[in-house]
Structure formats: C-alpha cells, structure tokens
T-cell receptor, first 109, second 114 residues
Framework: AQRVTQPEKLLSVFKGAPVELKCNYSYSGSPELFWYVQYSRQRLQLLLRHISRESIKGFTADLNKGETSFHLKKPFAQEEDSAMYYCALYSGGYQKVTFGTGTKLQVIP | EAQVTQNPRYLITVTGKKLTVTCSQNMNHEYMSWYRQDPGLGLRQIYYSMNVEVTDKGDVPEGYKVSRKEKRNFPLILESPSPNQTSLYFC?????????????FGPGTRLTVT
C-alpha cells in the first residue's frame, strides 16, 4: 500500500530563513508527487509537481527515488508563505491519491 | 470562471438522517474525487470517479456512497450518518492525461453529525 509521511505537524521559521518541509513516500510503482498548499480560509491549490521541475513562489522540490523523498524547499521564507502544506502521491493512471497529514508552516516576522 | 462548487457549505444533522452533499465542476473534467479532512489525519480519499458511471473506492469509503450520472456532478451520499463522519469534506476534479493531474478543489463542506 502506498503511504506519504510528513513528519512535522508544525514548522516555525523566521522571515528570511530557509525552509524545508519534509515528505517521504512509500510506493512500489513509479511515483507522481505533488505539493498542495492551503492558505487560511482558502481552498487547497496546487503548488508544484515533480514532473515539471518548476519553481513556484520560490519553492522547489526534487524527487529523490533513492531516499524516497520529495522535500519542499525555499531559500528565504516570507510571511505570506504561512499556510498548511500537503504532499500528495498519485498511483498509476487513475486518481487514487494519498495525501500526507500536512505540515503547518508558520513564518515569524 | 472555472470552478468546483459544493453545497451545502455547512450542515448540522442528526444520526441516521440521510443526506447528500453535491459537487459540480464546469471544466469538463473526467476525474472527480471526494476527500475528508480531519485534524492530525490530513486529507483522506473517500471515493473517486474516472468518468461517468465509473467510480472506485478510496481509502475510507465505509459509510459513504457516490454516483456519477453526469460528467459535471459527483454527489456524496451518507445514507445513515454517524458522529464519526463529522468532518470537513472536499470535492476535487482534474482533467485526464499525464498533464492533467492537477486537482481543483471545492471550498469544502463542514458537516456535523450529532
């Protein structure tokens, strides 16, 4: 069975400090991994996907198959980054999706 | 405006009283899903649908039913709600194909079962 682990429930960093939100996965097939973000009082929205290797709002994430990780990183945290972040794993060609339990990022001014 | 809508947004009901939460999308997406969000547990997939009349169980389907008679609609049915189904529910949709994996989420429905 597939599993997504986000070990930190809460991550507090100061503005301007680097951020790393951890995500580890367990899946026997070829993984498709995503990061979703939920700002206060807003609906979940896609932040980035591993297949596109893009940088959104300064965030990047690299899929490390050897360590089965997909950590989300940003070199300099901003106050507007404060939100709930979810790592998600898609299985196969369908929409079976497993989310992690989420990490709340709190950026301290 | 492309969007996913859910109704109602808030619902308080009693144990055993059947209810339906509607979900509709206007993006002509093939895939639709239902999730519940609980503190400390994140989002868990209840059911998903690959297209009209094609549905499958997610991780927590017990106590729920779905139907997909039209492409745009994917209602979630609780035949006999129980207090452990008190939760925040999200509907989501996405297009098909490898480039269409992004899910668009609805605003959520907060359900309380007493």
């Amino acid at each position: 069975a597939q599993r997504v682990t986000q070990p930190e429930k809460l991550l507090s960093v100061f503005k301007g400090a680097p951020v790393e939100l951890k995500c580890n996965y367990s899946y026997s097939g070829s993984p498709e991994l995503f990061w979703y973000v939920q700002y206060s009082r807003q609906r979940l929205q896609l932040l980035l996907r591993h297949i596109s290797r893009e940088s959104i709002k300064g965030f990047t994430a690299d899929l490390n198959k050897g360590e089965t990780s997909f950590h989300l990183k940003k070199p300099f945290a901003q106050e507007e980054d404060s939100a709930m972040y979810y790592c998600a794993l898609y299985s196969g060609g369908y929409q079976k999706v497993t989310f992690g339990t989420g990490t709340k990022l709190q950026v301290i001014p | 405006e492309a969007q996913v809508t859910q109704n109602p947004r808030y619902l308080i009901t009693v144990t055993g009283k059947k209810l339906t939460v509607t979900c509709s999308q206007n993006m002509n997406h093939e895939y639709m899903s239902w999730y519940r969000q609980d503190p400390g547990l994140g989002l868990r997939q209840i059911y998903y649908s690959m297209n009209v009349e094609v549905t499958d169980k997610g991780d927590v389907p017990e106590g729920y039913k779905v139907s997909r008679k039209e492409k745009r609609n994917f209602p979630l049915i609780l035949e006999s709600p129980s207090p452990n189904q008190t939760s925040l529910y999200f509907c989501a949709s996405s297009a098909s194909g490898t480039s269409g994996r992004e899910q668009y989420f609805g605003p959520g429905t907060r359900l309380t079962v007493t």
